[in-house]
């Protein structure tokens, strides 16, 4: 039905209103009395073969909803009921911003992508954390990761401050944080990636990570772009650091390939095109380091053929985002069926 009928008429109309009005239909039909149970019977797969216990955390399934689909925290819950193990929000930022200008989503139907630079478009992090407080512990726990970055205005000799702000007003609210120094829609924030200051604000997070009660797994989010020597770089990092995993990847600059009218518009790629590099880096993480530490892979994932891929490449749980645009809620429970039709 999704696909059929729901994404056509979808697609007729601007990504970025889409994206709002999908939100807000999500969130009324979930109001009504039973729809949550009705969306949860629906997609939901229920096993104990799917659970998956990774940097301390046990998760239900292995597939994830990625960062910047719900960036203010909004519908965890709703998205939650939609078959999903874990939902990351963000990325957040300290202060709030309005991202860049407008038109800034741009679909690519014939290569099933998406371009963005939006920006890091956020109400700021302590607009996340008052409806963060509202999710319960224990049996209806959402687990919930916390994406953060740097606001547009902070010059990156001062970035480590905006990151420390995030962690710690997230800290009492999230299961593990993401360091995002990986988009490429902020300003020279990609920089961050250089294995000095990388080194530096990790080092920092995890300093005051040791200094509370109990530590929550930070994990770093890196482009697809990156050399073999970056990456290189990128394990000695992690085991410099002590973090607990990495993501792999964040959307590319690159377009080769693409047939798409909008393929020439700037920002990040997303979707099939990304597929193939995503599993390249995760191949290239997990091999060299050892299997040293656990990955989640998320880029291009449209079938459950693409989630096995990545998972047999190395990565110990998946994300969905543009695939999950495309293809709709269905394609969270297909793979989480096939997951578990692989391991009879």
Known sequence: MYKSIIRPLLFRFDPEKVHYFTFDSIRFINKIPGMP?????????????????????KFKNP?????????DATLYRELFNCGFGFIE??????????????????????????INRMGFNNGGVADAVERLKNNPKGKNHVLI?????????????????DYEICFDALYDYVDYFVVNVSSPNTPNLRELQDKEPLT???????????????????????????????????IDIVKTTAIAGVIATNTTISREG?????????????????????????????????????????????????????????????????????????????INKKILAMNK
């Open 63 to 71: 597939v994830g909803l990625a960062a910047g689909l719900d960036k």
């Open 89 to 114: 929000i963000g990325t957040l930022t300290p202060k709030p911003q309005p991202g860049n200008p407008k038109k800034r989503l741009f679909r690519l139907r014939e290569d099933r992508a998406l």
């Open 258 to 334: 693409l047939q798409s009218e909008n393929k020439s518009e700037t920002g990040g790629l997303s979707g099939k095109p990304l597929a193939k590099r995503s599993t390249e880096v995760i191949r290239f993480l997990s091999e060299k380091s050892n299997k040293a530490f656990p990955i989640i892979g998320v880029g291009g994932i449209h079938t459950p053929e693409d989630a096995i891929e990545k998972l047999e490449a190395g990565a110990s749980l998946i994300q969905l985002y543009t695939g999950f645009v495309y293809e709709g809620p269905a394609l969270v429970k297909a």
């Open 145 to 161: 990761g916390g994406n953060i970055g740097k606001n547009k205005i902070t010059p990156n000799e001062d970035a480590v401050k």
């Open 200 to 234: 530096k604000l990790l080092q920092t997070l995890q300093n005051k990570n040791a200094a509370k009660p109990k530590q929550k797994p930070i994990l770093l989010k890196i482009a697809p772009d990156l050399t073999d020597e970056q990456l290189l770089d990128i």
């Open 37 to 57: 149970a009705l969306f949860r019977a629906k997609y939901e797969v229920s096993d104990t073969r799917l659970e998956r216990e990774v940097f301390g955390l």
